[in-house]
């Protein structure tokens, strides 16, 4: 049990320091396209070549769990290009707390496609974590002009297409490796990523003469790479339950790493809006673990 927890706190540790690798890589002077594009390529390669070394069998698209996957690359692609456009608005801090918002939307989501209807204590938690999030915002400590509306849509719009991959990937393609699963997913999402910002870097020379390829080391390990990898060996041992209390550690990392790194100012309201998030996501799915 406490290896499982261990390797899913590891996963969710390297999802919260995402933000603000990306946060430093802007101000190093390159741009959203080049910083999602590194981090599915870089991820794509890793994830295949793991893939092909195991020398489990490669299933192609004609099989229709391969299919899912590659199509659910989409939603991947466009958590990370709309994430990331949302911390070029707003602090880091802020970011994360609008991509956690998918908790409650993921219960709202099951609830129309699946017909599953939330509990009372869902229900509290939805609340909880509204009203944390105004806090953790920093809506009571920041001037209204302080807030970047875009930033705030962007970040919203993560939630919703990180939402949309949860629902989705945690019923399809049970058939596939976790390996396999992560590489055609991170290939779709490749696809989408390209087509909307072409890799010109690697004709412009900025791939190399500006050290632009460093960054795809750290983007990929961290946000596709590591994650999959320890939440498949981590979440059979804790239960999804107890696996998405421990995964909640993205948040505090999140704001810790901004603090640290970036010198974001986090006030004690702020920090008391994570708390009640993290308390209301312990209370969803308290249920569930019984």
């Known amino acids: 049990m406490w290896k499982g927890i261990l390797l899913v706190l590891a996963g969710a540790c390297s999802f919260g320091i995402l933000s603000t690798i990306v946060k430093s890589g802007y101000h190093e002077g390159?741009?959203?396209?080049?910083?999602?594009?590194?981090?599915?390529?870089?991820?794509?390669?890793t994830l295949w070549t793991i893939q092909l070394l195991s020398r489990r069998p490669v299933l192609g698209l004609k099989n229709p769990d391969v299919r899912t996957c590659f199509l659910l690359g989409s939603s991947t692609g466009l958590v990370s290009i709309t994430y990331y456009q949302s911390v070029q608005y707003i602090p880091a801090s802020i970011a994360?707390?609008?991509?956690?918002?998918?908790?409650?939307?993921?219960?709202?989501?099951?609830?129309?496609?699946?017909?599953?209807r939330p509990g009372s204590l869902q229900w509290i938690a939805v609340v909880l974590i509204l009203a944390g999030?105004?806090?953790?915002?920093?809506?009571?400590?920041?001037?209204?002009?302080?807030?970047?509306?875009k930033g705030i849509a962007f970040g919203f719009i993560a939630a919703?297409?990180?939402?949309?991959?949860?629902?989705?990937?945690?019923?399809?393609?049970?058939?596939?490796?976790?390996?396999l699963k992560s590489a055609w997913i991170i290939t779709g999402a490749f696809?989408?990523?390209?087509?909307?910002?072409?890799?010109?870097?690697?004709?412009?020379?900025?791939?190399?003469?500006?050290?632009?390829?460093?960054?795809?080391?750290?983007?990929?390990?961290?946000?596709?790479?590591l994650p999959p990898f320890l939440f498949s060996k981590g979440m059979p041992q804790t239960g999804v339950a107890l696996g998405a209390i421990i995964s909640a550690a993205e948040l505090p990392v999140a704001m810790l790493a901004a603090t640290i790194f970036l010198h974001e100012q986090v006030s004690g309201l702020q920090i008391a809006?994570?708390?009640?998030?993290?308390?209301a996501i312990v209370l969803a799915n308290a249920k569930r673990r019984k």
């Open 96 to 116: 994360i707390v609008l991509l956690m918002q998918f908790t409650w939307l993921s219960m709202l989501a099951e609830w129309i496609i699946y017909k599953k």
């Open 160 to 179: 919703l297409c990180y939402t949309i991959f949860i629902v989705v990937s945690g019923r399809a393609a049970t058939s596939l490796s976790p390996v």
């Open 191 to 225: 696809i989408l990523i390209t087509l909307l910002f072409p890799p010109t870097y690697l004709i412009n020379g900025r791939f190399i003469g500006s050290g632009l390829w460093i960054w795809g080391i750290p983007l990929a390990l961290f946000g596709t790479v």
């Open 30 to 45: 390159y741009t959203l396209g080049e910083l999602c594009s590194l981090q599915a390529g870089f991820g794509m390669i």
């Open 273 to 279: 809006g994570v708390v009640i998030i993290l308390s």
């Open 133 to 149: 999030t105004l806090l953790a915002g920093g809506i009571f400590n920041e001037a209204p002009a302080a807030l970047n509306w």
